[in-house]
């Protein structure tokens, strides 16, 4: 069993940038593929980014790519999301993932098996 909380959502202004982390409990999180995903008012959730379990690999969506940056410190059980140039249509609930698993599906909600409560970041123009 794995719970996930995220932290560090909030207001900021356009080009404005904010840091999340998502704390795990549990002795395995160094196991786990880690993703992050977003909800928008009215849309459905949607894939942000994903680091390997070692921290080696990491993937991004086209809309993010060159602003936001995941990473993670396996000895603190904790991932993060660095997010820079931020726009208004970043905002949303910001949600992290556990994956025991791996693999190529890193895009796909159902690849992972664990979900936070998720942590509001709302942009203003």
């Known amino acids: 069993q794995v719970q996930l909380v995220e932290s560090g959502g909030g207001l900021v202004q356009a080009g404005g940038s904010l840091r999340l982390s998502c704390a795990a409990s549990?002795?395995?999180?160094?196991?786990?593929?880690m993703g992050w995903f977003r909800q928008a008012p009215g849309k459905e959730r949607e894939f942000v980014a994903a680091?390997?379990?070692?921290?080696?690999?990491?993937y991004y969506a086209d809309s993010v790519k060159g602003r936001f940056t995941i990473s993670r410190d396996n000895a603190k059980n904790t991932v993060y999301l660095q997010m820079n140039s931020l726009k208004p249509e970043d905002t949303a609930v910001y949600y992290c993932?556990?994956?025991?698993?791996?693999?190529?599906?890193?895009?796909?909600?159902?690849?992972?098996?664990?979900w936070g409560q998720g942590t509001q970041v709302t942009v203003s123009s």
């Open positions: 993932a556990a994956d025991w698993a791996g693999g190529s599906h890193y895009a796909k909600e159902g690849q992972y098996d664990y």
């Open positions: 680091i390997s379990w070692s921290g080696g690999r990491t």
């Open positions: 549990g002795r395995t999180f160094s196991s786990y593929a």
